[in-house]
Nanobody
Framework: QVQLVESGGGLVQAGGSLRLSCAAS????????MGWFRQAPGKEREFVCG????????YYADSVKGRFIVSRDNTKNTTDLQLNSLQPEDTAVYYC???WGLGRFMTYVGRSRSDYGYWGQGTQVTVSL
């Protein structure tokens, strides 16, 4: 099992940047693939990006490709999401999620909510004009 805690959200002006962090408990973090999702008010939770257990493979939703960067540090049990060139439409609660990373998701990044079994509580990102 793994427990996830996000941090780093806040209020930023359009064009600005934020860095979100997700800290995981447990000694087996390196065996989990990680994903980031977001949920805007009145909308479904959507996939943002993901990274495999060793960081070798990443995948981004088209809406954030070229602006967001996902990374992980298995020595610190953390995964980070760098958000650049933020726009008002990026306003949402951002969640990190984990799934067993040495099976089906060893080289493939899960992109559905159902691919992930562990979730953090979320952190709010608000982008103003």
């Amino acid at each position: 099992q793994v427990q996830l805690v996000e941090s780093g959200g806040g209020l930023v002006q359009a064009g600005g940047s934020l860095r979100l962090s997700c800290a995981a408990s447990g000694r087996t973090f390196s065996t989990y693939a990680m994903g980031w999702f977001r949920q805007a008010p009145g909308k479904e939770r959507e996939f943002v990006c993901g990274i495999t257990w060793n960081g070798a493979t990443t995948y981004y939703a088209d809406s954030v490709k070229g602006r967001f960067i996902v990374s992980r540090d298995n020595t610190k049990n953390t995964t980070d999401l760098q958000l650049n060139s933020l726009q008002p439409e990026d306003t949402a609660v951002y969640y990190c999620a984990a799934t067993w990373g040495l099976g089906r998701f060893m080289t493939y990044v899960g992109r559905s909510r159902s691919d992930y079994g562990y979730w953090g509580q979320g952190t709010q990102v608000t982008v103003s004009l």
